[in-house]
């Protein structure tokens, strides 16, 4: 397993219910190193333009309202096989279908409201890491 990064946010119902300090201790406590991390608010055109492959599910409004209705972090994670070991700490996009000990089981509402992000690819990491962070953050 060679060292990774991945792109994660902590979306705006878990920065609103006052979640971020334990998700980035959890971040912390399985192994990652945080390598860029920034507060931003994203404008629904900015969130369309992030979720642009889900443009045409019939969620994408929902989704990309909710997305820029308030504060999020965005955050670059590195460990080995990033990708997939954030995914694995989030949990199943629903969090009543989320494993016990999983972030998204723990402090995510509903399947909109999930509390976090995390790439599915190397292709999409690459997408995300480079929509938020600059070269010289990362
Ligand atoms: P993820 O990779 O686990 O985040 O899931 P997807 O890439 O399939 O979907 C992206 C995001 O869209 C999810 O994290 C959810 O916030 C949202 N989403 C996905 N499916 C649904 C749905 O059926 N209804 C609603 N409201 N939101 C959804």
């Not at 994203?42 to 994408?60: C, D, I, Q, T």
Request: charged fraction near 25%; aromatic fraction near 12%.
């Amino acid at each position: 397993m060679s060292t990774e990064r991945t792109f994660a946010i902590i979306k705006p119902d878990a920065y609103k219910s006052g979640y971020t300090g334990r998700i980035l201790a959890r971040i912390e406590q399985e192994g990652f190193t945080i390598r860029a991390m920034r507060l931003t608010y994203l404008s629904k055109r900015e969130a369309e333009g992030f979720y642009a492959v889900h443009r045409e599910r019939p969620f994408f409004g929902g989704l990309t309202d909710f997305m820029s209705s308030g504060p999020c972090v965005v955050l670059a994670l590195e460990a080995p096989d990033a990708i997939k070991k954030w995914r694995a700490l989030m949990g199943a996009t629903d969090p009543a279908k989320a494993e016990a000990g999983t972030l998204r089981k723990e402090f995510g509402a509903s399947i909109g409201e999930n509390a976090t992000h995390g790439s599915d690819a190397p292709e999409t990491a690459a997408f995300e890491l480079g929509y938020f962070f600059r070269g010289m953050e990362l």
